[in-house]
């Protein structure tokens, strides 16, 4: 057996682990022992990894779609289709109509060349991922108040952590080894708080827990602040030497009461007081936050409420503190950084910038567009319109993990022209007119950024399926089929060095630095070789910090007496995204409830519900069918659907409206109305789906 | 007992490793130490480290995934393992225990006889105590015990001293033919004892561990506490893929395109929500609580002890380890005796 050591694919915690290789095959996973982030640990997810990277499913040649059914074509073929559909849909409506879906599951690597090859290539900005559905607000929101939207500390900061705040994240689910390490925190003395609609794991073991009405995060967060204001509890210091004035915002919460703030969020008088108090006379508190604060259409809103409450208490730029997003993919932290998104270059260099895109231009030796380019949101959009005519997804699932999915589908089906690179046949990829079949982590080299910013190497343990070929090779095949040479690098090394030569905050990174630190963090140049484990030390990236008032704002959709349930979406340790790695491993599969629909009892009795029973559940935009799960983890009148499962996509139901700021769709609220099935009837899987038949196109 | 005294090591792993495939104990430079295919040739140094390895030698028997069978329609095809003679240099007396427990388990399994019975095994005394290892309140350590290796390496106290190599089966005297050995001169039964009183006293009372155990046959640890317990456990199943003496496993069949099925065996988990879950829905460990009980009635638990003549803990520590909740096997014990 040998073992090669890389990162998990998972969430954005980025665990060492070790792949366990026997003939060919990946037999297991082992956690690295003293990786400075998992600490030999690891969750459910990467204890199976083995099974993700199975070939049993596995694409192993390129399909072509003719008829309605796939065949498989050789590269030499199927690349010349996807060259010549993007050569007509560029002659036909130009730059504008083409684009790129890169993924955050891809190695840095891979979305340097998804960029470069949207950007130098096909010429156009229309370059995005799934970020815009995790964390695009925590970049617009912190982007405002400090400058950078990354996490201000590292992981291991919460070990030195007097409070931990954790606002809308189910840690231990989710980022399962950062939540050990809260609960390891605790242990020692730290006082955990922990804000979730949700009785989560975390929130049963915190020492408080505030569980706040659905979407009212900022009513809650100027709450707090008001609190700390009028008893004087902030830190004076920290606002006069680092932050513009906090006046205005003063002024904003005057006439914020605790009780006001109580019966808009659930919350007792008490509990707030504790909290306000705690957090703002802690020596220092480590403030994390996931989907919960950014799937809202208030996501900037929200990210800024949080920063201020930050700000004001000076939490931030010391160890032991400061705001940290907890990042949903392995790399969509890297994904961001390499620039896949419509407005920024690699290193959040703005496109808007004429010195930057002459950079970028030279460097590249192709012009830059100065046209904005579109989100992923915006993409769908544009392709119902017509606008849009060739699509390239890279490894992302947008049928299963965006909003409303029969306006996905109907988006991707009204395209001239859809290509999915992908390891296996995911829903997204069954719309497509060519599949291309892509390597997984483990058969390539590469590296992944993590929440943290820290970048990790990743290394081949195995040899791909079949022909399968890495993204940058195919984006690079493509790329001289089009007419340019620009992507033919000779190794991922080579990606990175390009990369880091345009990338001010990466410009002192090697893979050798990587291997000789256990990675590095980000900014690393002249000025920090080692990397920054702490953000703001000194000065914020826009000088002093904002404070900047913000009010609260429903939910678009609240209940009503035609759909009286408020629904939220949220995720399971077993599995990930839409399943496609985890639903291979027959243990995690098993693990998979048969029951998604988590309903109070109360509820339950009232609607005279069995647990387990099956029941429809109809929003305005579509209907599903599951069994309900009676249980206490939500609150009376909320109702929540883990998103994973094909069988019962709850983004079938959720809301498309968006954050006017990050065009962040509102994942977490929206409303239902549940009818009871007969007792004895199973759900149908097929209730409410989107017909292809139905669709005029095909 | 035969013993000998042995200038290095390495020359008895060259001598072993003429006929046999030798595997090893080698750190991986990116601060992992695994089990390594080790040639005749090989010039890395064999030590003798008190830390076991992350993962015990568990999968050598005991595979990870290993294909069952293949059904292709019409007929069984076995897929039993051709296994070439092998040999585990420097296994620790924990894990020694292991395999002993289990060879009862897997007694009448062909998959692990096949390796097994191709295999030699060759101990290695402790000196000193692990960081989290507790042997010597099990009974598992730090000595290798009677029965457990065929071949036990001694290191010495004083490092220039030559090692002792006791013979302990019949298999490990024939292993030795070809190689010449002196006898061992020195009380090596003392050294053994002293070097058995060093670790115990560098491992402590274990009080947790031992009045832990206590409290767990008496039945007096109540539900709310292991659901306390249970609360604290994601079923990330890492404390059963590095324990050395679990032993549960699930089926996996998956079709070929030809019409045929192939059925591999997979290490489960009873950490597993759905590990005991029926058909019909109902679940007879369905909480938390009840599943982390389970593990550990099995790993301490005296109807345990009674059917394999030991408890199913080694006292490796590794539990400890790689639980992120907490709850390996101290935490377990501390929180139980707290109460």
């Known amino acids: 057996m040998r073992v090669t050591p890389s990162i998990c694919t998972f969430c954005g915690v980025g665990c060492g682990i070790g792949l366990r290789v026997e003939e060919g095959w990946v037999i297991g996973v082992e956690p690295q022992p003293g ?100 964390h695009s607000p925590s970049v617009a929101g912190l982007a405002r108040t400090l400058g950078s939207g990354a996490m201000s500390n590292s992981i291991a900061d919460i070990d030195l952590a007097e409070v931990i705040l954790v606002i809308g994240a189910d840690v231990t689910e989710n980022h399962a080894m950062i939540g050990a390490r809260m609960l390891r925190a605790q242990a020692r003395g730290a006082k955990l708080i922990v804000v979730d609609p949700r009785k989560t794991r975390l929130a049963r073991l915190a020492d408080l827990h505030l569980q706040l009405r659905l979407g009212s995060n900022i009513a809650l967060l100027n709450g707090l602040l008001q609190i700390i204001l009028a008893n004087g509890w902030e830190n004076r210091a920290f606002l006069a030497a680092r932050c513009e004035d906090i006046e205005p915002l003063r002024r904003h919460l005057a006439g914020v009461t605790v009780e006001q703030t109580s019966a808009q969020t659930g919350i007792a008088a008490a509990d707030l007081e504790r909290v306000a108090y705690l957090f703002s006379h802690a020596k220092t508190a480590f403030t994390a936050y996931g989907m919960g604060i950014t799937q809202f259409q208030s996501g900037t809103n929200n990210v800024i409420a949080v920063s201020n409450l930050v700000l004001a208490c000076g939490q931030i730029g010391r160890p032991g503190t400061g705001i940290n997003p907890l990042r949903g993919q392995n790399n969509v932290q890297g994904a961001c950084d390499m620039g896949c998104l419509p407005n920024v270059y690699p290193g959040y260099q703005a496109v808007s910038d004429p010195a930057v895109r002459a950079k970028f231009a030279a460097a590249w030796g192709r012009p830059q567009s100065d046209q904005s380019g579109l989100t992923s949101l915006g993409m769908t959009k544009a392709a119902l319109a017509g606008e849009l005519r060739a699509l390239m997804i890279m490894g992302e699932e947008p049928v299963l993990t965006d909003p409303d999915q029969n306006h996905v589908a109907s988006a991707l089906a009204a395209l001239d022209f859809l290509v999915v690179v992908e390891l296996t046949l995911t829903e997204t990829a069954r719309m497509a007119d060519v599949v291309l079949p892509a390597v997984a982590f483990s058969e390539k080299h590469g590296t992944f950024t993590n929440c943290e910013r820290r970048v990790q190497r990743i290394r081949p343990a195995i040899a791909p399926p079949g022909t399968a070929r890495g993204d940058w090779q195919i984006l690079a095949e493509l790329a001289t089929r089009l007419g340019c040479r620009g992507l033919d690098w000779a190794d991922a090394e080579a990606v990175f060095d390009e990369m880091a030569q345009l990338t001010p905050s990466f410009s002192a990174m090697t893979y050798a630095g990587l291997d000789l630190h256990q990675g590095l963090q980000w900014p690393c140049n ?82 005279g519900l069995r647990d387990q029973q099956a029941v429809g559940v109809r929003s305005r935009r579509g209907y599903l069918e599951t069994r309900v799960h009676l249980t206490d983890d939500v609150p009376r009148g909320t109702l929540a659907m883990p998103y994973h499962f094909r069988e019962a996509p709850c983004n079938r139901l959720t809301n498309g409206a968006q954050d006017p700021v990050s065009k962040m769709p509102e994942l977490k609220a929206c409303a239902v109305a549940v009818v009871p099935l007969a007792v004895g009837v199973a759900p149908r899987a097929q209730a409410g789906a989107w017909q292809e038949s139905a669709h005029a196109s095909l | 007992m035969q013993a000998y005294s042995l200038d290095r090591p390495e020359r008895l792993r060259a001598h072993l490793a003429r006929e046999r495939q030798l595997y090893q104990v080698q750190p991986d430079g990116q601060g992992g130490r695994h089990w390594q295919l080790t040639s005749a040739g090989s010039l890395c140094d064999f030590q003798a480290d008190a830390e076991p390895p992350p993962f015990s030698a568990k999968s050598f028997f005991f595979a990870e995934r290993e294909l069952l069978f293949r059904f292709d329609g019409g007929h069984f095809y076995s897929a039993l393992p051709d296994v070439a003679a092998q040999v585990l240099f420097g296994l620790h007396a924990c894990d020694l225990v292991a395999v002993a427990y289990q060879d009862q388990f897997f007694a009448g399994d062909p998959h692990y006889q096949a390796r097994r019975q191709a295999t030699l095994l060759v101990g290695l005394d402790c000196l000193h105590s692990c960081a989290g290892g507790f042997c010597s309140t099990l009974d598992s350590g730090p000595a290798v015990r009677p029965g457990s290796a065929d071949l036990i390496l001694l290191p010495r106290e004083a490092e220039e001293a030559d090692w002792l190599l006791l013979v302990a089966s019949e298999a490990g005297r024939d292993a030795l033919v070809g190689l010449s050995l002196d006898p061992a001169s020195a009380d090596w039964q003392a050294e053994r004892e002293a070097n058995s009183a060093r670790v115990a006293r560098e491992q402590g009372e274990q009080r947790d561990v031992v009045e832990g155990i206590a409290a767990l046959n008496a039945g007096r640890i109540d539900a709310a506490t292991w659901e306390e317990l249970g609360l604290r456990c994601l079923a990330c199943s890492g404390c059963t893929s590095v324990c050395p003496t679990c032993s549960c496993f699930a089926p996996r069949e998956q079709a070929d395109e030809h019409g045929g099925v192939q059925r591999e065996r997979v290490w489960d988990s009873c950490l597993y929500e759905s590990f005991q879950r029926e058909a019909s829905g109902h679940n007879p460990s369905a909480t938390a609580g009840l599943r982390v009980q389970r593990f550990w009635a099995h790993k301490f638990g005296d109807d345990f002890k009674a059917s394999f003549n030991r408890y199913g803990c080694v006292g490796c520590g590794r539990c400890d380890r790689v639980c992120p909740g907490g709850i390996g096997v101290h935490g377990v014990m501390h929180r139980v005796v707290q109460r």
């Not at chain 1, 074509?73 to 879906?101: K, M, N, T, Y």
């Not at chain 1, 609260?552 to 995720?571: C, S």
Request: charged share 20%; proline share 8%.
């Open chain 1, 526 to 607: 002249a000025a920090n070789p080692q990397g920054s484990p702490v953000l703001h030390v000194e000065a914020f990236p826009i000088g002093r910090a904002r404070l900047l008032p913000v009010s609260q704002v429903e939910p678009d959709e609240l209940p009503d007496a035609e759909y009286p349930f408020a629904f939220t979406t949220h995720r399971l340790h077993f599995h990930y995204g839409g399943g496609s790695m985890t639903r291979k491993s027959p243990l995690l599969e098993r693990e998979t409830p048969a029951a998604l629909l988590f309903m109070h009892p109360e509820d339950g009795i009232a609607l």
């Open chain 1, 35 to 134: 990786h400075p982030v998992s600490q030999g640990q690891l969750c459910a997810k990467g204890w199976s990894s083995s099974f993700a990277v199975d070939p049993g499913n596995r694409l192993t040649t390129p399909l072509i779609k003719e008829h309605g059914r796939f065949r498989p074509a050789s590269w030499d073929e199927a690349l010349q289709r996807v060259a010549d559909e993007f050569g007509a849909a560029l002659q036909a409506l130009g730059p504008q109509g083409v684009g790129v879906i890169s993924c955050a599951r891809a190695t840095n690597e891979d979305n340097y060349a998804a960029q470069k090859f949207a950007r130098a290539v096909l010429g156009t900005h229309n370059v995005d991922h799934c970020a815009r559905i995790c």
